[in-house]
C-alpha cells in the first residue's frame, strides 16, 4: 500500500476540540459518537490542515455549515472555528494548533485571529458619486493569520528534521465584499468535502466530474468506471455525458432505457449521491475524500455496492477516505466492502466525557466486534 498522506492527527485546539488524537490512520477513516461530539469538527480540522494557506479553504470550511442563502455576518463563521472556552488555562486559548504525520509533507497549522473596527464607505461613494457619506457605524472585522510548517522533500523523501515555514495573513470585514486570492501556497493536497447535501447542487458533481476526466490518464476509462457503479444502483443507465446548456455552464445527461436523455436532476437523491462519490475520488487523487453522513441518501439495498466501489476507486486512485456516520448499517457495509483487506479500515469513536475522548479501533476490532461479539461501535 502506498503511503497514506496522513498517518496520524493531533487537534491540540480547534472549535471545541482540546487533545484529541488519531493513531492509526488506514485507507478509509470512519467516526462514529453521538450527536455533538465532534465528528464534523475532525472533518473540519482535516481540510484545513490539507490546504492551510488556502484562504478560500478557510472560508467554505467556515461557512460549511451554514445555508448558502444564510445572511450570517461574514466574521462570525471565522471567529467559531477557533476555541471560544469561557474558561481556559491555555496561554492562548483562542488559537487554533493542528499536528500531522503522514505521506502528506504538512506537519503543524496554527492560526490567531484579532478583532478590529473600522469605518468604510459603500460601493456608491467608492465608484465616486457625489453626496454620499461614509458609514456612521463601524465594520467588525477580524484578521487573521495562519503559520504551516512542512517537512522538507529531499530526493523524493520527507525529512522532517529541517522544517520550514510559511505564513498567510488576511482580513474578513463584515458588510464588505471580501475578496482573496486564487493562489495557494505549499503545503497543500487535493482535498474534497461532501456534505450531507452536497449531491443535491449540479454545478459541483459536474464540476468533479469534469476534473477527473481532465485529469485522466490514457490507459484509463474513468466514465466506464463511474457507470459501473451507477448500474449497480440502476440496471438501465446506458451512458452519462456532460452537455452545454449555457455559454459558461453544463449539466450532466445521463442515458436512460426507459427515459431516454435524462438530465441528473430528475433522479432520486441516492442516485446523485453515488455519482457525486463516483466522480469525486478521481479529482483528488493521491489526496483526501472528506464525507460528511457517509450514508446520507443512500438506500441500504445499495450500501454495499457503493461501498465496494469507493474501496476500489479510493485504492485506485490512492486517496484517503474520512467520514462520519451515524448508521449501523453504514458500518457493516464498510466492513463488508474491505473483506479481504480489513487492515485498510480504521474507526473513531467519540465521546463527551470531560471534554471529547476518542477510543481508536483497527479493521479487524470493528469486524471482531461486529461479527463476532454482535456488538454496535457507535
Given amino acids: ?73 461574514e466574521t462570525e463563521p471565522f471567529k467559531w472555528l477557533f476555541p471560544q472556552f469561557l474558561e481556559s488555562t491555555l496561554p492562548n486559548p483562542h488559537s487554533i494548533w493542528i499536528y500531522g504525520k503522514g505521506g502528506f509533507p504538512g506537519r503543524r497549522v496554527m492560526a490567531q485571529y484579532e478583532e478590529f473596527q473600522e469605518f468604510g464607505t459603500n460601493a456608491s461613494e467608492q465608484e465616486g458619486l457625489p453626496g454620499l457619506e461614509p458609514s456612521q457605524e463601524p465594520d467588525r472585522g477580524m484578521s487573521i493569520q495562519v503559520l504551516a510548517d512542512y517537512a522538507l ?47 443535491r447542487t449540479t454545478q459541483d458533481t459536474s464540476w468533479y466530474l469534469s476534473r477527473a476526466i481532465q485529469r485522466e490518464n490514457t490507459n484509463e476509462n474513468f466514465l466506464e468506471s ?29 442515458k436512460h432505457k426507459l427515459t431516454g436523455r435524462t438530465p441528473i436532476h430528475a433522479f432520486g437523491d441516492g442516485f446523485r449521491r453515488a ?9 483528488v487523487r493521491n489526496g483526501v475524500l472528506l464525507i460528511d453522513e457517509l450514508e446520507a441518501a443512500l438506500h441500504v439495498s445499495v450500501l454495499d455496492s457503493v461501498l465496494e466501489a469507493l474501496h476500489w476507486a ?52 470493528v469486524k471482531n466486534i461486529r461479527e463476532m461479539l454482535g456488538q454496535d461501535i457507535r
Fill in 314 to 365: 479510493a485504492d485506485k486512485y490512492n486517496v484517503q477516505v474520512f467520514a462520519t456516520t451515524h448508521s449501523l448499517e453504514a458500518v457493516d457495509a464498510v466492513i463488508t466492502a474491505f473483506e479481504g483487506e480489513i487492515d485498510k479500515l480504521a474507526a473513531f469513536r467519540l465521546e463527551r466525557r470531560n471534554g471529547i475522548h476518542v477510543s481508536a479501533f483497527s479493521g479487524e476490532m
Fill in 153 to 199: 522533500i529531499l530526493d523524493e523523501e520527507l525529512d522532517d528534521s529541517r522544517e520550514r515555514q510559511n505564513q498567510i495573513d488576511f482580513k474578513v470585514v463584515d458588510n464588505r465584499r471580501n475578496v482573496f486570492p486564487a493562489t495557494v501556497s505549499e503545503p497543500a493536497i487535493e482535498t474534497a468535502l461532501i456534505s450531507p447535501h452536497t449531491h
Fill in 1 to 73: 500500500m502506498k503511503r497514506l498522506p496522513l498517518e496520524s492527527l493531533r487537534i491540540a485546539q480547534f472549535r471545541g476540540l482540546q487533545e484529541l488524537k488519531l493513531e492509526g490512520l488506514s485507507r478509509i477513516n470512519l467516526f462514529v459518537g453521538s450527536n455533538n461530539a465532534g465528528k464534523t469538527s475532525v472533518l473540519d480540522a482535516l481540510a484545513l490542515f490539507t490546504r492551510p494557506l488556502d484562504i478560500a479553504n478557510w472560508r467554505e470550511t467556515a461557512r460549511g455549515r451554514e445555508v448558502k442563502s444564510a445572511r450570517t455576518p
Fill in 275 to 283: 455519482l457525486l462519490i463516483a466522480a469525486t475520488i478521481p479529482s
Fill in 226 to 254: 463511474v457507470l459501473e457503479i451507477l448500474r449497480r444502483i440502476d440496471a438501465d443507465v446506458l451512458d452519462l455525458s456532460i452537455i452545454e446548456t449555457g455559454k459558461t455552464t453544463t449539466t450532466i445527461s445521463i
